[in-house]
C-alpha cells in the first residue's frame, strides 16, 4: 500500500473513534447523588474560541442554588404528590424521605426543614398521634408533625426555636403540634424552670373546650407535660377536667393526677391538703392519691398523717383509703416526657413491712379514732400478704 492511501485510512479510523468516544458521552448516566448534594452551578463563564470575525455570544450566569434550598424544593414538590396519593399510601413515601433525610448534611437539612415547616405548608397522613419509645412519634397524622418530631430527635435546638414560633400561635389549632412544641421547650425542666410561655400555653390548652368537649389523642398526650414537670400547681386544672371533661378527658385527667403524685408525692399530697377542695367531688380518687404515701419518707408521712386529720374527709373516702392502702398499681405507656414508673417487689414487700409498723402506732393515737377501723383492716391485710410472702 502506497503511502498516500495509509494515512487516508489512518484518518478515516481516527475520525471513527473521535465520533465513538462523542456519542458515549452524551448518553453517559448521571448520577445526581443524594439529597442536598447535588452539584450546583458557580456562576463563572468560560471563554469559547470563535472564528475570526465573529460576535462572542452573551455570558450566560446561573443562579447557584444552596443545598437546604434544594431539600426545601424537594419538600415542597412531595407535598403536591401526597395530596395526589390515597390516604394509605402516603404514609409509606413519608417514611422513605425521612430515611433519605438521614443522608443530608445536618446543617442544611435543618435550615431546609425550619423553612418547610414555617411555611405552613401540611398534608393530612392516615395515622393518628401514637408515642412510641422516648416519647418520640411512631405514627403521624400530618406531615407537619412528622417532620417536626424528626427534626426534634436530629437537632433538638432547631427544634426548640421552632416550638417558641408555634406556641405564639393565637390559639391551639393543632393539639399535636402544640403537644410537640410544649415536649421539646419542657423537656428536663421542671415547671419552676419552664419557659413562662409553656406555661401559659398549656392552661391554653387544657382549657380549650373545643379540645376537652372531643379530645383528639395528641390533647391527652399533652397531660404528660404536667406530669414531667411536676407542676402540682396544676392539680386545679386536672380537677376541674376530671369533673366536667368528656368521658377521655376525665380519664386522662385522672391518670394525670395519679402519676402526678407518684413524680412528686410529698409535694402532691401537701398541695392536696392546702386545697380541701380538689377532687372532693372524686372521694375514691382522692384516697387513691394519699394511698401512694411511702410512710418511710417523713415528709410523705407528714402529708398522709394531715390527711387523716381532716374533717372532711367521708366515710366513704375512708373505705376506699382502707382497700388501696399501700397504692401500688402503675399504669405502663409511652409518654410524651416520663419514661414508665417501675417498681420491684422486695421494694414493695419492705414498704408493707414498714406500713405495717406505722399502722401499729396509729393505732395508739385517739385523735384519730374515725380511722381505727380502717387501720385493722389494712393490718389484717398486709399481715396475711406478707405470711403468704413468708416475710
Same mark, same amino acid.
Given at each position: 500500500?502506497?503511502?498516500?492511501?495509509?494515512?487516508?485510512?489512518? #484518518?478515516?479510523?481516527?475520525?471513527?473513534?473521535?465520533?465513538?468516544?462523542?456519542?458515549?458521552?452524551?448518553?453517559?448516566?448521571?448520577?445526581?447523588?443524594?439529597?442536598?448534594? &447535588?452539584?450546583?452551578? /458557580?456562576? +463563572?463563564?468560560?471563554?469559547?474560541?470563535?472564528?475570526?470575525?465573529? +460576535?462572542?455570544?452573551?455570558?450566560?450566569? /446561573?443562579?447557584?442554588?444552596?443545598? #437546604?434550598?434544594?431539600? =426545601?424544593?424537594?419538600?415542597?414538590?412531595?407535598?403536591?404528590?401526597?395530596?395526589?396519593?390515597?390516604?394509605?399510601?402516603? &404514609?409509606?413515601?413519608?417514611?422513605?424521605?425521612?430515611?433519605?433525610?438521614?443522608?443530608?448534611?445536618?446543617?442544611?437539612?435543618? =435550615?431546609?426543614? !425550619?423553612?418547610?415547616?414555617?411555611?405552613?405548608?401540611?398534608?393530612?397522613?392516615?395515622?393518628? %398521634?401514637? !408515642?412510641?419509645?422516648?416519647?418520640?412519634?411512631? =405514627?403521624?397524622?400530618?406531615?407537619?408533625?412528622?417532620?417536626?418530631? *424528626?427534626?426534634?430527635?436530629?437537632?433538638?435546638?432547631?427544634?426548640?426555636?421552632? $416550638?417558641?414560633? @408555634?406556641?405564639?400561635?393565637?390559639?391551639?389549632?393543632?393539639?399535636?403540634?402544640?403537644?410537640?412544641?410544649?415536649?421539646?421547650?419542657?423537656?428536663?425542666?421542671?415547671?419552676?424552670?419552664?419557659?413562662?410561655?409553656?406555661?401559659?400555653?398549656?392552661?391554653?390548652?387544657?382549657?380549650?373546650?373545643?379540645?376537652?368537649?372531643?379530645?383528639?389523642?395528641?390533647?391527652?398526650?399533652?397531660?404528660?407535660?404536667?406530669?414531667?414537670?411536676?407542676?402540682?400547681?396544676?392539680?386545679?386544672?386536672?380537677?376541674? @377536667?376530671?369533673?366536667?371533661?368528656?368521658?377521655? #378527658?376525665?380519664?386522662?385527667?385522672?391518670?394525670?393526677?395519679?402519676?402526678? /403524685?407518684?413524680?412528686?408525692?410529698? #409535694?402532691?399530697?401537701?398541695?392536696?391538703?392546702?386545697?380541701?377542695?380538689?377532687?372532693?367531688?372524686?372521694?375514691?380518687?382522692?384516697?387513691?392519691? %394519699?394511698?401512694?404515701?411511702?410512710?418511710?419518707?417523713?415528709?410523705?408521712?407528714?402529708?398522709?398523717?394531715? *390527711?387523716?386529720?381532716?374533717?372532711?374527709?367521708?366515710?366513704?373516702? &375512708?373505705?376506699?383509703?382502707?382497700?388501696?392502702?399501700?397504692?401500688?398499681?402503675?399504669?405502663?405507656?409511652?409518654?410524651?416526657?416520663?419514661?414508665?414508673?417501675?417498681?420491684?417487689?422486695?421494694?414493695?414487700?419492705?414498704?408493707?413491712? $414498714?406500713?405495717?409498723?406505722?399502722?401499729?402506732?396509729?393505732?395508739?393515737?385517739? +385523735?384519730?379514732?374515725?380511722?381505727?377501723?380502717? %387501720?385493722?383492716?389494712? /393490718?389484717?391485710?398486709?399481715?396475711?400478704?406478707?405470711?403468704?410472702?413468708?416475710?
Amino acid at each position: 500500500m502506497n503511502r498516500p492511501r495509509l494515512l487516508r485510512l489512518l #484518518a478515516v479510523v481516527l475520525l471513527l473513534g473521535v465520533a465513538a468516544s462523542l456519542f458515549w458521552w452524551q448518553r453517559r448516566p448521571v448520577n445526581p447523588g443524594p439529597l442536598g448534594s &447535588r452539584a450546583v452551578a /458557580t456562576g +463563572k463563564t468560560h471563554a469559547i474560541s470563535q472564528p475570526a470575525g465573529a +460576535k462572542p455570544p452573551a455570558p450566560v450566569t /446561573t443562579i447557584a442554588q444552596s443545598p #437546604a434550598d434544594l431539600i =426545601d424544593s424537594r419538600l415542597r414538590r412531595l407535598t403536591d404528590t401526597l395530596r395526589s396519593l390515597p390516604l394509605a399510601a402516603r &404514609r409509606e413515601l413519608v417514611a422513605a424521605l425521612l430515611r433519605e433525610l438521614d443522608h443530608a448534611a445536618a446543617g442544611a437539612r435543618s =435550615d431546609a426543614l !425550619l423553612a418547610f415547616l414555617r411555611s405552613g405548608l401540611d398534608v393530612p397522613l392516615s395515622g393518628d %398521634f401514637v !408515642l412510641g419509645p422516648g416519647g418520640w412519634l411512631r =405514627d403521624w397524622p400530618t406531615l407537619r408533625l412528622a417532620l417536626l418530631d *424528626y427534626l426534634a430527635q436530629r437537632d433538638p435546638a432547631a427544634a426548640a426555636l421552632l $416550638a417558641r414560633d @408555634i406556641l405564639t400561635a393565637a390559639s391551639p389549632d393543632v393539639p399535636g403540634e402544640w403537644a410537640l412544641a410544649m415536649r421539646e421547650l419542657a423537656r428536663g425542666h421542671s415547671a419552676e424552670d419552664w419557659p413562662p410561655l409553656v406555661g401559659r400555653r398549656l392552661v391554653d390548652l387544657l382549657r380549650d373546650e373545643r379540645w376537652a368537649a372531643s379530645p383528639p389523642r395528641a390533647y391527652l398526650e399533652a397531660f404528660d407535660v404536667i406530669v414531667s414537670g411536676r407542676a402540682t400547681s396544676l392539680f386545679n386544672e386536672l380537677d376541674r @377536667i376530671a369533673r366536667t371533661g368528656d368521658n377521655a #378527658a376525665r380519664f386522662a385527667a385522672f391518670l394525670a393526677a395519679d402519676r402526678l /403524685t407518684l413524680a412528686a408525692p410529698a #409535694a402532691a399530697m401537701a398541695e392536696l391538703n392546702r386545697q380541701p377542695d380538689l377532687f372532693a367531688t372524686l372521694p375514691q380518687l382522692r384516697a387513691g392519691l %394519699f394511698a401512694r404515701a411511702d410512710v418511710r419518707d417523713t415528709d410523705q408521712l407528714s402529708a398522709l398523717e394531715n *390527711y387523716f386529720h381532716r374533717g372532711d374527709v367521708s366515710a366513704a373516702e &375512708r373505705s376506699a383509703f382502707a382497700t388501696l392502702f399501700p397504692q401500688y398499681d402503675l399504669a405502663v405507656s409511652n409518654n410524651l416526657l416520663t419514661p414508665p414508673s417501675r417498681r420491684t417487689l422486695a421494694d414493695m414487700q419492705a414498704h408493707d413491712i $414498714a406500713a405495717l409498723r406505722q399502722l401499729g402506732v396509729w393505732q395508739t393515737q385517739p +385523735k384519730l379514732s374515725a380511722w381505727q377501723s380502717i %387501720f385493722s383492716a389494712v /393490718t389484717a391485710r398486709l399481715k396475711q400478704q406478707l405470711a403468704a410472702a413468708h416475710l
